[in-house]
């Protein structure tokens, strides 16, 4: 929704507020494009009944992770009825959002001058067909008569590492750092001549007829004549009130790396070994912090619609599971410059010998044959994940860079909100899935094997040149270019969810992007070695069953014995086959490729990076492979 307007320019799925189009990110729609504001915009009192998401375990991660006034998770504001009364109070109701670039190209005659002038017009006068905002060129003179002609987003902009954005400065370039000599206000124009060779875009100033290319601007000797990074937060509406020293990077509007989402996300799972009980006191845990003395446990009992799920037990033991919760393991002395485990809970959860009871949020079942014989050697364990919830949470957006999914410091992180934020956006999605763990033995064997191989070493090489290169530079301490390092045993367990989540899109009708992985993998002193793969979208594709039945016997076997024979050979081959990030190449990935084992960015937990099929199938040494034949 455009704050100066307040009616709906687009939609977007929730989910995407995690991944795509988030606070910061610029949206791109069909005659302009947007910048999603930060959280001091957003507005929820026009939703009169909404409920933050409950997910006890994922607060305390954002909280850990530098974001400790955060109370609450927050699912995007949203109200039924848009699509019933577009001029409606639910049409009044969404993200926030303002137009940016800046600057605008009126595509008849070219000419560029900011948005907030009086040169261009804005109109969005069909509620039900939001998609047909636009902007126009008031006065054109190339146009006399019909429609005023459309105008665009002028298409480059500044950002810097430091989560900075700001408009290019068209009058200072044209005039190279000078003020017009015949205007205070000089009418420019924008002239895009296209070419093979780059960008091809002259800026010439109509009052006093200078003119200059961008392409003088682009490339590495072009950074030089960049000015220095003001500081801008477009997204707060403010500046950084320290100075920004990162450098400038010139970007053409929509490229790839103009935002990442730095997420953290959570399954729903009970603790450890707890009763329903205390499953149901985490999953109301927003509720029950709120009572400070058991005296308060029958009013809330009698009012509170969501501690019907306690009915069955007394107040005794509801608040005994209150105390137990709320003296619950501390986090504060953990290692604060990593991540927070999200992952050891779920692991012990999946490796456990007794399952969970049942519960709307979780369910596994096991097979109480075990697994089926001939995958003995593969597989210590099938789970049918029948039913899961998974919660994410935004905490922050970097620029430039991705942020490193174990590391939250290599890159800088831009804010949300000006000040420091009560909430922070979440989104729920619910789904099934599929457990497999891997025999200990079998791993332990394959370590042991390629410890002091060239091709691991070679990724080991590359990962610690792939650090150095996007360090920042900007933070305290030493740096450690091996720092969680993942190890030989995770480049394993995810090559193989990958030939896995490739062909249960090819053979079962999932589409890769409506799958999503957990790669649970150890050391020497840590037994984790399992993988989850699972349906979490917010649509009915992923909560049908489909995956589930993927786990018996039958199908499982077949699934495993393609996805094994698939790895032996690309049709890239021999290129892919023997690809290895030898010095000085940072990439992260060997015998890989989209044609073999790539999926897209939302399904895979690491960016398709750490993969190689050499280290599952035997395509070169065969002391390589994890797995020497199919099964």
Not at 180 to 188: D, F, G, I, K, T
Not at 587 to 601: I, R
Request: proline share 8%; hydrophobic share 40%.
């Amino acid at each position: 929704m455009a704050a100066n307007y307040f009616r709906r320019v687009g939609a977007v799925r929730p989910s995407h507020l995690m991944f795509t189009t988030g606070v910061g990110s610029l949206v791109d729609l069909p005659n302009f494009s947007v910048l999603v504001r930060g959280l001091d915009d957003w507005n929820y009192s026009g939703i009169p009944d909404w409920e933050p998401i409950a997910e006890p375990r994922l607060l305390a991660a954002v909280r850990k992770l530098g974001e400790r006034d955060v109370k609450e998770l927050r699912p995007a504001p949203w109200l039924d009825g848009a699509d019933r009364e577009p001029s409606g109070p639910a049409g009044r109701v969404g993200v926030p959002v303002m137009p940016f670039p800046g600057w605008l190209r009126c595509t008849a005659c070219d000419e560029l001058a900011p948005i907030d002038s009086k040169v261009f017009g804005f109109e969005n006068s069909k509620a039900r067909k939001p998609h047909e905002a636009r902007f126009f060129h008031s006065n054109c003179g190339r146009k006399k008569t019909g429609r005023k002609p459309l105008a665009v987003g002028a298409r480059f902009v500044l950002a810097c590492t430091a989560g900075h954005l700001d408009d290019f400065p068209y009058p200072q370039f044209v005039h190279h750092g000078a003020d017009c000599v015949s205007a205070s206000h000089p009418r420019l124009r924008m002239d895009d001549r296209g070419g093979n060779l780059g960008a091809n875009v002259e800026i010439k100033c109509l009052s006093c007829g200078l003119r200059r290319n961008m392409r003088e601007v682009f490339g590495q000797r072009g950074a030089e004549k960049l000015p220095r990074c003001r500081g801008r937060r477009a997204h707060l509406g403010d500046f950084e009130s320290v100075e920004c020293k990162a450098e400038l990077k010139l970007l053409v509007v929509g490229a790839s790396n103009q935002w990442f989402a730095q997420t953290l996300s959570a399954l729903a799972v009970p603790r450890t070994g707890a009763s329903e009980l205390q499953s149901k006191v985490e999953q109301h845990w927003q509720v029950l912090e709120q009572i400070a003395a058991p005296m308060m446990l029958p009013f809330a009992r009698a009012n509170v619609t969501a501690l019907r799920d306690l009915e069955k037990w007394s107040d005794e033991e509801i608040w005994a599971a209150i105390e137990r919760h709320r003296a619950g393991p501390k986090t504060d002395d953990d290692d604060d410059k990593g991540y927070p485990d999200l992952h050891t809970a779920e692991w012990e959860i999946f490796s456990a010998a007794q399952l969970p009871p049942p519960s709307d949020d979780f369910t596994l079942r096991r097979d109480p044959e075990g697994v089926p014989g001939r995958l003995k050697e593969h597989y210590a364990d099938v789970i049918q994940v029948e039913r899961l919830r998974e919660v994410r949470a935004l905490v922050g957006f970097t620029r430039l860079d991705a942020p490193d999914p174990t590391d939250p410091g290599l890159v800088t992180r831009a804010r949300l909100a000006r000040s420091k934020p009560t909430w922070v956006p979440a989104s729920e999605v619910r789904g099934e899935g599929i457990f497999l763990r891997l025999p200990e033995d079998l791993l332990a064997d394959w370590e042991e094997r390629v410890s002091d191989s060239d091709p691991l070493l070679e990724h080991m090489g590359a990962y610690g040149r792939f650090r150095k290169n996007r360090y920042s530079g900007r933070i305290a301490g030493p740096f450690d270019p091996m720092r969680h390092w993942p190890g030989a045993r995770y480049l394993a367990l995810h090559t193989l969810s990958h030939l896995l989540i490739r062909t249960i899109a090819l053979e079962c009708g999932y589409s890769s992007a409506s799958l999503s992985e957990r790669i649970y993998a150890g050391d020497d002193n840590d037994p984790r070695r399992g993988i989850l793969i699972y349906t979490a979208v917010p649509d009915a594709e992923g909560t049908l069953g489909g995956l589930v039945s993927l786990a018996e016997e039958e199908p499982l076997i077949r699934l495993t014995r393609r996805a094994l024979a698939d790895a032996y050979h690309c049709s890239s081959d021999p290129l892919c086959a023997e690809r290895l990030p030898q010095e000085p190449a940072d990439f992260l990935h060997g015998a890989a490729c989209h044609v073999c084992l790539f999926v897209s960015e939302t399904t895979c937990e690491r960016g398709n990076r750490f993969l190689d099929r050499r280290f599952v199938v035997p395509i070169a040494d065969p002391a390589l492979a994890l797995f020497p034949e199919l099964p």
